[in-house]
């Protein structure tokens, strides 16, 4: 179960990935950067909190916009075979911004398909093509 928020996205963790996704597609660049992980194990079992930070880049009229925001992941883990899997997410959004930039730059080598260079250092940069 992963829960943003009524207006964002509730629903299965299949689903969230899928969403994320189709909302980056639409932006010209992002980053995310996950901060402060604190987790609590218990066996077979686990908590944790971590803060995350993604800002994304986009074009609104003829303008640079980047939105920018602000969230802490409360998430309960369980180890099923082996391996530990993700089972419930909350998504707490602190706070949020949006706002006009003017780039310093062109940023064309990063690459969110296997054209960007990490493929050609990692086995495979993206694990959701390994579960």
Same mark, same amino acid.
């Given at each position: 179960?992963?829960?943003?928020?009524?207006?964002?996205? &509730?629903?299965?963790? @299949?689903?969230? #990935?899928?969403?994320?996704?189709?909302?980056?597609?639409?932006?010209?660049?992002?980053?995310? &950067?996950? %901060?402060? #992980?604190?987790? $609590?194990?218990?066996?077979?079992?686990?908590?944790?909190?971590?803060?995350?930070?993604?800002?994304?880049?986009?074009?609104?009229?003829? %303008?640079?916009?980047?939105?920018?925001?602000?969230?802490?992941?409360? $998430?309960r883990?369980?180890?099923?075979?082996?391996r530990?899997?993700?089972?419930?997410?909350?998504?707490?959004?602190?706070?949020?911004?949006?706002?006009?930039?003017?780039?310093?730059?062109?940023?064309?080598?990063?690459?969110?398909?296997?054209?960007? @260079?990490?493929?050609?250092?990692?086995?495979d @940069?993206? @694990?959701? %093509?390994?579960?």
């Amino acid at each position: 179960m992963a829960d943003y928020g009524a207006s964002v996205y &509730q629903g299965n963790g @299949p689903g969230v #990935i899928d969403f994320i996704c189709a909302q980056h597609a639409k932006t010209l660049h992002h980053s995310h &950067q996950v %901060t402060n #992980i604190l987790i $609590d194990l218990d066996g077979d079992r686990a908590g944790s909190e971590s803060y995350a930070i993604a800002a994304l880049r986009f074009r609104r009229a003829e %303008t640079l916009q980047q939105v920018t925001v602000w969230t802490r992941y409360i $998430d309960r883990w369980s180890r099923r075979n082996g391996r530990w899997g993700l089972d419930q997410r909350l998504a707490i959004r602190d706070f949020d911004e949006v706002r006009e930039v003017v780039a310093s730059g062109d940023y064309g080598t990063g690459r969110r398909d296997r054209s960007d @260079p990490s493929y050609a250092v990692l086995k495979d @940069p993206n @694990p959701r %093509t390994n579960l």
